[in-house]
């Protein structure tokens, strides 16, 4: 295998794992809401492990670089998410009013946690 077709199947790869992880998660939620909480559970787990296919991939082709360089970028792109996520909301109704803005708020919270860690890695 070349380069060019490892690099573009890590891409597909990664990808492919976020969608799946996505969807587990989903389905998880709805398992909850069914009350079927041993499926939910299971559908998390397998989330998880797709996660970590994606992340191992993306750590042995040397994507993460270093730490405090990814968790800064990381804070920006929180915020502009959550900027977005916040325009987004209004110019919807509910239900997807609230949806908007519930995550806009954990993508805020999320650049504060990443913040404090910054800080505490000095
Ligand atoms: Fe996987
Ligand atoms: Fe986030």
């Not at 573009?8 to 992880?21: H, M, P, T």
Request: glycine share 6%; hydrophobic share 45%; aromatic share 6%.
């Amino acid at each position: 295998m070349t380069g060019l077709k490892l690099e573009e199947y890590l891409e597909k790869w990664v990808r492919g794992e976020a969608e799946e992880i996505v969807e587990y998660l989903a389905a998880a939620i709805v398992a909850e809401e069914q009350g079927l909480v041993e499926v939910a559970q299971a559908l998390k787990m397998i989330a998880f492990e797709e996660a970590m296919h994606g992340a191992k991939a993306l750590v042995q082709a040397g994507k993460v670089g270093d730490l405090k360089e990814f968790i800064r970028k990381r804070i920006e792109e929180e915020k502009e998410a959550a900027r977005v996520r916040h325009e987004e909301a209004s110019h919807h109704d509910e239900p997807w009013k609230t949806l908007f803005e519930y995550t806009a708020r954990d993508e805020e919270r999320h650049a504060r946690i990443l913040e404090g860690i910054l800080r505490k890695l000095g």
